[in-house]
Nanobody
Framework: QVQLVESGGGLVQAGGSLRLSCAAT????????MGWFRQAPGKEREFVAG????????SYADSVKGRFTISRDNAKNTVYLQMNNLKPEDTAVYYC????????????????WGQGTQVTVSS
């Protein structure tokens, strides 16, 4: 089992950057694929980015490609989401998640979720 805690959210102007972190407890972090999802008010939760166990394979939603970068440090039990050129439509609660199978865009493949961190982008 793994517990996930996100941090790094906040208020930023359009065009700015933020880096989200997700710290995991437990010694099995490296056995999980990791993903970032987000949920805006009144909308369904959606996939943002995913990364495999070793960190050498990543995937992104079309809406964030070229602006967001997911990475992980297995020695620190942490996954990151670097967000650049932020837009008002990126405003949402961002969640990290851990799963077993590498089907990054499918929420059903993630067994563990963090509590979320709020990202607000002003225009």
């Amino acid at each position: 089992q793994v517990q996930l805690v996100e941090s790094g959210g906040g208020l930023v102007q359009a065009g700015g950057s933020l880096r989200l972190s997700c710290a995991a407890t437990g010694r099995t972090f490296r056995t999980y694929v990791m993903g970032w999802f987000r949920q805006a008010p009144g909308k369904e939760r959606e996939f943002v980015a995913g990364i495999n166990r070793s960190g050498d394979s990543t995937s992104y939603a079309d809406s964030v490609k070229g602006r967001f970068t997911i990475s992980r440090d297995n020695a620190k039990n942490t996954v990151y989401l670097q967000m650049n050129n932020l837009k008002p439509e990126d405003t949402a609660v961002y969640y990290c998640a851990a799963g077993i199978r590498m089907v990054p865009f499918d929420m059903r493949e993630y067994q563990y979720w963090g509590q979320g961190t709020q990202v607000t982008v002003s225009s």
